[in-house]
Each structure stands twice: as C-alpha cells, then as structure tokens.
Nanobody, 125 residues
C-alpha cells in the first residue's frame, strides 16, 4: 500500500486547511487510516483515525472539536479538515494505514503498517 499525503501549507491562527491522503495498491487490506503529527524536537503523536468498514473515528483531545477526519471509499482517500488552527498545531503531518481495526481505543503508532511522506503544516500567530 502506498500513501500520498498533500494539502499542507502556511496559514494564520484561526484559519483552516484540509489534508488529503490517497491510498493505492492493496487497499482492500486496509482497515484503519490515521493521521499523526510530529513537531520539531517532539515525538510523533496521534491526531485522528477512521476505520473503513464502520467509519469509527477517534481524535486526540488536543484536536477534538476542531479537526474532522473523513473518508471517500471510491477514491481510497482520507481527509483531515483542520479548523481553528493554532500555532501549536504546527508540525509535519503523516498519514498511515493499518490492516487492523479496533473499536474501543485508537491504534497505537507501532500498530500501523504503512506510512506516507509527511506534509508540513505551519500556523503563524
């Protein structure tokens, strides 16, 4: 499975961006798609994920109410709509895909099987 992330950029605080992650290859094997981010000097952290079959979603507390993850099955694409952006949202955003899915809690970083290249999101104050 190959993942291509896009949509990053520079935006002022309070603004919005929409990230896209297009999956190709053996996409039928994917159950969960997720977004992670990594700020300079920090560890990569979970942002949001969604399952293909039930559209179950999870969000990190820091983005709840501001970010929305969605999917387009026909396009094998997952989106991350980011509103009310804050300077602390500045990071490289990565999309990831996992063969597994879980209902109760989001998958951990190490449980993802495929990773896309990152896309930079910079929020100016």
């Amino acid at each position: 499975v190959q993942l291509q992330a896009s949509g990053g950029g520079l935006v002022q605080a309070g603004g919005s961006l929409r990230l896209s992650c297009a999956a190709s290859g053996r996409t039928f094997s994917v159950e969960t798609m997720g977004w992670f981010r990594q700020a300079p000097g920090k560890e990569r952290e979970f942002v949001a994920d969604i399952t293909w079959t039930r559209s179950r979603t999870f969000y990190a507390d820091s983005v709840k109410g501001r970010f929305t993850i969605s999917r387009d099955n026909a396009k094998n694409t997952v989106y991350l709509q980011m509103n009310s952006l804050k300077p602390e949202d500045t990071a490289v955003y990565y999309c990831a895909a996992a063969r597994d899915g879980r209902l109760g809690v989001p998958l951990a970083l190490h449980e993802y099987d495929y990773w896309g290249q990152g896309t930079q999101v910079t929020v100016s104050s």
